[in-house]
């Protein structure tokens, strides 16, 4: 069964070596420099890549061969989103190009004025989104929930370096004073973020079928937003080429306080992202029920 530990892949020191990188020798040799960073954790990260070779062997049905190179690519890729975002959020975000795919369903909520929850995935690379989002309303504010700290040491030491964000994060708080924030961030028609496929073991989960096989995902996410009474959308930001980034947008399936249906929704929208970047699901622990 899933066995996150709270923590996600891409430390602080792993940001500072890309900064160096990026800042000393540009884009492109970054790039470079992460083969031989994927390379490392292809050959030395083995519980990581076991679970990216079921997930690529079992759920996605792909050959012996393209799973085990999968291992790798995937790890290339997410060292790629790593990068991209401190070289965006750095003020070069001309450097890539963008496009939208349902963004007038976010037009719309903005235009409501009571904020909205987003639900997202550990795919593609979602926290440039504030960038996508900017053109719509250069006011607005987009608070990222989250269990991981290492998330918000991370901004910290951004904007250390003077690479500004008007993203927030909200900690997960055992007291439940999360609950206030949430309230005061809808009350300023800010958007909550927050990511739907992980839960910590012992916490609270819902059960359903995810690509064939039976998963569980936090309840939290779900209860939430089958109770504010705000929209709910679903939203990534997923990588195309080296220089292109496509922002989805889906309008979510809701019933007040009926979160298994909004699950559901969940997982058929997610279910279609990952089908179509595959290698961009950046789960890196086994995921499924079955050991």
Known sequence: MSEWKGASKGSVTGYKIFVFFIHNIGLRFAY???????LYYFLFSWSSSKSIYYYLRKRQGFSVLKSFFGIYRSYYVFGQTLIDRIMI??????????????IEKIKEVIQQGNG?????????????????LEDLDESLITNIVTTDLERKNIKEYLENLSLKSRMKYIIIQEDMSHIYEFNEALSKNEFICITGDRYMPGSKFLETDFMGEAARFPAGPFKIGSRLRVPVLFVYVMKESATHYHLYARVADVKHRKEQ??????VNSISTIVDKYPYQWFNYFHFWNKP
């Open 32 to 38: 470079f420099i992460l083969i031989f960073v994927a």
């Open 89 to 102: 959020s750095s003020g070069k975000k001309e450097r890539f190009t963008y496009e939208f795919d349902g």
């Open 116 to 132: 909205a929850v987003l639900i997202s995935a550990h795919v593609g690379n979602f926290e440039i989104s504030e960038y996508f």
């Open 261 to 266: 249906v909004l699950l559901e929704s969940y």
